[in-house]
């Protein structure tokens, strides 16, 4: 079983430009969950959706939007990339609401330029 | 509002001892907490959750405990070993259903041969 996904693994983003960051998951989970870590201020969070067709804000949420189309898919999108938005970037699943025991992606390491 | 505090110096610790870790809270009487491990480059993986009725939970050589009235838990790796080595994060419900959790910042330990 695969889990979860997320593409790409890094990259390099110039200032202004826009980029869509991909997250599948297998585990059929209702909710999914966007984070951002930062050295220090560990993990904040940025957008989350608790069905499919339904999202809301986090932490963090400005200059970030999310999509949930389905139960398996939930990219995140960053219309117009600063430099404050390098980091790196976790997606993560839950299937359980009693406890929301999460289970992360492997990340998407993101730098603005 | 709520803040988590965990240790923001790593813990260097000889193979063999017991590592503790420390997670405090305030201003939040959560129902459970969580703890997660994470390796460098990795996304957290879930390790074990204890309720607020509960003072202590096992999980082979983990221990994790639950003082409500300190408002603080932690977590114990007995004979610890360089594979032990990793950053764990404890986490917190706010809310019921999806979305209850936050996350602290995480402590690094190294144990050494």
């Known amino acids: 079983t695969a889990g979860i996904t997320q593409a790409p693994t890094s990259q390099i983003l110039a200032a202004g430009r826009s980029m869509t960051l991909r997250c599948t998951q297998d585990m059929r989970h209702n909710a999914m969950y966007w984070y951002r870590q930062d050295l220090g201020l560990g993990l904040r969070l940025i957008h989350y959706s608790n069905t499919a067709g339904t999202t809301g804000k986090g932490e963090v949420p400005d200059g970030y939007s999310v999509s949930r189309a389905n139960t398996d898919d939930f990219p995140l999108t960053l219309a117009s990339a600063v430099p404050s938005q390098t980091s790196v970037y976790f997606c993560?699943?839950?299937?359980?609401?009693?406890?929301?025991?999460?289970?992360f992606g492997p990340g998407t390491r993101l730098t603005v330029l | 509002s709520q803040k988590i505090e965990q240790n923001s110096e790593a813990l260097n610790i000889q193979e063999g001892k017991t590592a503790t870790l420390t997670c405090n809270y305030t201003n939040y009487s959560p129902a459970y907490l969580q703890w997660y491990r994470q390796d460098p480059g990795r996304g957290p993986v879930f390790l074990l959750l204890i309720r607020e009725n509960e003072k202590e939970k096992r999980k082979e050589r983990l221990k994790v405990t639950f003082d409500t009235t300190l408002k603080q838990s932690l977590f114990h790796i007995t004979a610890s070993q360089p594979a032990d080595s990793a950053t764990y994060l404890c986490?917190?419900?706010?809310?019921?259903?999806?979305?209850?959790?936050?996350f602290g910042a995480g402590t690094r330990l190294a144990v050494h041969p």
């Open positions: 993560a699943s839950s299937g359980d609401p009693s406890t929301d025991t999460q289970y």
């Open positions: 986490a917190l419900d706010i809310l019921g259903g999806y979305n209850k959790l936050i």
